[in-house]
Nanobody
Framework: QVQLVESGGGLVQAGGSLRLSCAAS????????MGWYRQAPGKQRELVAT???????NYAASAKGRFTISRDNNKNTVYLQMNSLKPEDTADYFC????????????????WGQGTLVTVSS
């Protein structure tokens, strides 16, 4: 069974940095786009950044200039380097990926991780 597991969340002071990781495991055949989303209490889930298999990136306006998304295709892992963190970045951060596996008959499907909490104190 394919799954995504995030790590790297925690408590940080405003202005600090965190690096999130998300590793895909299981009978993976291929991964297309990967991305990070976040959901603050009482708010809808929103896009943070995405990256294609060839490395093209897309950022939300709130993340541009502060966050960097990257991936290691050999490790089926996507990263989110977050710098200059602000209290408004506090949220659960979720990893998303388009994955094809033996179990899906090699068809792509969307997969979510369980989330990792980032708390930025002022």
């Amino acid at each position: 069974q394919v799954q995504l597991v995030e790590s790297g969340g925690g408590l940080v002071q405003a202005g600090g940095s965190l690096r999130l990781s998300c590793a895909a495991s299981g009978s993976i055949y291929s991964i297309k786009d990967m991305g990070w989303y976040r959901q603050a209490p009482g708010k809808q889930r929103e896009l943070v950044a995405t990256i294609t298999s060839s490395g093209s990136t897309n950022y939300a306006a709130s993340a541009k200039g502060r966050f960097t998304i990257s991936r290691d295709n050999n490790k089926n892992t996507v990263y989110l380097q977050m710098n200059s963190l602000k209290p408004e970045d506090t949220a659960d951060y979720f990893c998303n990926a388009e994955v094809a596996s033996r179990d899906s008959n090699y068809r792509y499907f969307g997969l979510w991780g369980q989330g990792t909490l980032v708390t930025v104190s002022s």
